[in-house]
């Protein structure tokens, strides 16, 4: 098969009609010789002497066993049986190799070396060099026997053949059969892991759901603009979703200056109505045609999604909508369409996004809400009025409090007489707080304190607890209108319905279909 000079590094080279997938240790262990590793099925780890360069190379395929030659210096035998029907001698990275011809049945191998020490030593053989070590390769039918070493003389041979002894033993065929099972298992468990990394990153940070993943259309657009949106409008019922997708609809062709236009309003009302659209929507092309030939649309300009694009035709980017809102799928309707929308908004496609979620509380309910830039809901509040007559009521109610409270104050100090002089003081008594028993008025109760210094001590402690519990309540009350007034928004006040400006409102709500008109 090959008689001439073959190129080894490392001192190595190998026989291999597998795809090469084991270690060094795996081709030699279990075995007495370390110059013929064979231990690894479908392959053969040939060392030779010298470390790097050209060594003579033989190899014989034989109908039986040859007699021994005493002219070879180290001589071993393993058994090898051919894993494919190509078998080839392999040169160290694969620069060159030579074909074998050998069946797939069991060989016996003899592997025979001269001048292995004096190649050691050379090391590396230059052009030019003399070349000091030769190998014969010889295979033959044989049936499967142990490896064993038939002579040793060189020093470098005796190095080998130890390292090969020293190896544990070779798994079984069992145990190597579980193994390749087991490695088999971890390459698909870390190409999975891998797959799951990669879809991870493209789902911004979080896998989707497989309907997600199949849901197709626009869906990967929407991951770029607003992750969380997703998942909330797979977590609403389909009738909310097919809402979503009208409304998105018209929001698209109202930014667009086109819902207002005969033939464009047409569809819109079947669109809300569930009825085919009419001409030109029931077919592209002609709605394409309608769009560019029709004196009254607008042609107005708007950037790209992510900026990237300044000049685009907001009519055209709208155009797509109210085909998505018709898709059979609700979930992929409201997808689709709503990113067309976002398209027609182009870079301020966030404040859609914010009366989106607006229009359609329960978008949020299930699911937490997107981090939201407070410069987004700008827009939005400038529709809503600035003062709330609650609040105004609030901050009335806390100032006449703190009055009352004041005077209260002012009685106590001036000995019951309130700022005209007081009856209460004239009278000598009043009503206890809880509307209970009369008590002295505090004047009196002060003039008998001290006529009557043995008067029951109880009675004085029982005087002032009333007192106490009197102003604590008026604080309480005082806080607690101005928790109503701080809790409901500040100078603004609540947003109990909002309101969304080009927004379609809901008239009906039967069969679980919203209904909606325009505003």
Request: with cysteine; charged share 30%; net charge negative.
């Amino acid at each position: 098969m090959l008689n001439g000079e073959v190129h080894v590094r490392y001192g190595q080279i190998y026989v291999e009609s597998v795809v090469w997938g084991y270690a060094m240790d795996e081709y030699f262990a279990g075995q007495s010789n370390g110059l013929c590793g064979a231990s690894a099925p479908g392959g053969l780890f040939l060392n030779t002497g010298l470390h790097t360069g050209y060594v003579g190379f033989t190899v014989e395929v034989l109908d039986a066993e040859p007699p021994t030659d005493e002219r070879w210096e180290d001589v071993v035998e393993a058994p090898f049986r051919p894993k494919a029907t190509e078998t080839l001698l392999v040169e160290w990275a694969g620069e060159d190799f030579w074909e074998l011809e050998l069946e797939e049945i069991d060989y016996r191998v003899r592997y025979s070396a001269v001048g292995m020490d004096a190649a050691r030593d050379q090391d590396t053989r230059r052009a030019n060099d003399p070349g000091y070590d030769r190998y014969l390769l010889q295979f033959w039918p044989a049936p499967p026997s142990p490896d064993h070493v038939i002579k040793q003389t060189s020093e470098i041979a005796a190095y080998w053949h130890d390292f090969a002894r020293e190896l544990p033993e070779p798994p079984s065929d069992e145990e190597r059969a579980l193994l390749v099972d087991w490695e088999g298992r971890q390459h698909q468990i870390d190409e999975e892991r891998l797959r799951q990394r990669a879809e991870t990153s493209a789902w911004k940070g979080r896998m989707p759901s497989e309907r997600l993943r199949r849901v197709g259309g626009n869906v990967m657009g929407m991951v770029t603009i607003d992750r969380d949106l997703l998942d909330e409008l797979e977590a609403v019922p389909p009738s909310t979703q097919r809402s979503i997708a009208r409304w998105a609809a018209y929001r698209a062709y109202a930014a667009a200056g086109l819902a207002e236009i005969g033939w464009v309003s047409r569809g819109l009302d079947a669109l809300d109505q569930g009825r085919e659209l009419p001409p030109p929507f029931d077919h592209i092309d002609r709605t394409w045609e309608a769009l560019f030939e029709e004196e009254r649309v607008p042609h107005s300009i708007v950037s790209s999604l992510e900026g990237s694009v300044p000049y685009m035709l907001q009519q055209a980017m709208a155009l797509p909508a109210i085909f998505a809102a018709t898709d059979p799928d609700p979930l992929r309707a409201a997808v689709d369409s709503l990113y067309a929308a976002a398209a027609t908004f182009g870079p301020e496609y966030p404040t859609l996004f914010v009366q989106l979620r607006l229009a359609f509380p329960l978008l949020t309910a299930n699911t937490p809400p997107p981090v939201r830039e407070p410069d987004l809901l700008k827009g939005l509040l400038a529709h809503f009025p600035e003062d709330d007559p609650r609040e105004e009521e609030a901050e009335d109610r806390v100032e006449e409090r703190a009055e009352d409270r004041a005077e209260k104050k002012a009685e106590r100090k001036d000995g019951g007489q309130g700022p005209e002089g007081g009856s209460e003081a004239a009278g000598g008594r009043t009503e206890n707080v809880r509307g209970g028993a009369p008590q002295d008025a505090p004047g009196e109760s002060a003039a008998a304190e001290a006529a009557d210094p043995g008067a029951d001590a109880a009675t004085r402690p029982s005087e002032r607890d009333a007192q106490a519990e009197h102003d604590g309540r008026e604080e309480r009350d005082e806080r607690g209108a101005r928790t109503e007034h701080d809790g409901r928004g500040g100078a603004r006040g609540p947003v109990a319905s909002p309101v969304i400006p080009g927004a379609r409102r809901p008239t009906s709500t039967s069969g679980g279909a919203t209904a909606v008109d325009r505003p």
